[in-house]
């Protein structure tokens, strides 16, 4: 079947740094997004991952591992206004390439 | 380039009335998913198109319904509206059913 988790809450210090992990469980793995979602908004593209390893985008890096099913975002320096939601999904091949989501991880930072 | 757009943004409809919402997406992409999203909840998969066609569906019922144009405009109907539909409908396009997705603003419905 096709399953994805994330932690539903974390909490943080401004300037710190924190990951996000999501782990998956897909028939056939096509990609991995991460999206940041702020409250009452729509979700914003962060990162793509097809391959292990890690992409680094200023302050965010997003890893994959495909052969543990597991994904995490970096957040550097982190900032008042990266308190939001963190959406993780993955590209199933063998559903016509349906993307399927995680929950979300909801980030509060505190100063 | 212009973004994802949806119309309305906003809407107030009283139960057992039906609604329809717009979605155009980004110039010269093909591929349009539609999401409901309810408040603390995580993205729920309506439907998505690709030159016209339903490519994949959602567990919604059929009270839900879509199409894509020609032009890669998209609608969505909810017939019979429900308490429960009250939600951010969300509508998101990519170049092809394999790529990037990106969301317009969304639609927020309320039903009374």
């Known amino acids: 079947g096709q399953n994805i988790d994330q932690p539903t809450e974390m909490t943080a210090t401004e300037g710190a740094i924190v990951q996000i992990n999501c782990t998956y469980q897909?028939?056939?793995?096509?990609?991995l997004f991460w999206y940041q979602q702020h409250a009452g908004e729509a979700p914003t593209f962060l990162s793509y991952?097809?391959l292990d390893g890690l992409e680094e985008k200023g302050r965010f890096s997003s890893f994959l591992s495909r052969s543990k099913g597991y994904s995490y975002l970096l957040l550097k320096e982190l900032q008042m206004k990266d308190s939001a939601s963190y959406l993780c999904?993955?590209?199933?091949?063998?559903?016509?390439?349906?993307?399927?989501w995680g929950a979300g991880t909801k980030l509060i930072i505190k100063p | 380039k212009a973004g994802v757009t949806q119309t309305p943004r906003y809407l107030i409809k009283t139960r057992g009335q039906q609604v329809t919402l717009s979605c155009s997406p980004i110039?010269?992409?093909?591929?349009v998913s539609w999401y409901q999203q309810t408040p603390g909840q995580g993205l729920q998969f309506l439907f998505e198109?690709?030159?016209?066609?339903?490519?994949n569906k959602g567990n919604f019922p059929g009270r839900f319904s879509g199409r894509q144009f020609s032009n890669s405009r998209s609608e969505m109907n909810v017939s019979t509206l429900e308490l429960g539909d009250s939600a951010l409908y969300l509508c998101?396009?990519?170049?092809?059913?394999?790529?990037?997705?990106?969301f317009g603003p969304g639609t927020r419905l309320t039903v009374l």
């Open positions: 999904a993955v590209r199933d091949g063998d559903s016509n390439y349906q993307l399927i």
């Open positions: 991952n097809v």
């Open positions: 998101a396009s990519s170049l092809a059913d394999t790529d990037t997705q990106y």
């Open positions: 110039s010269g992409h093909r591929s």
């Open positions: 897909t028939s056939g793995f096509n990609g």
């Open positions: 198109y690709f030159s016209e066609t339903q490519r």
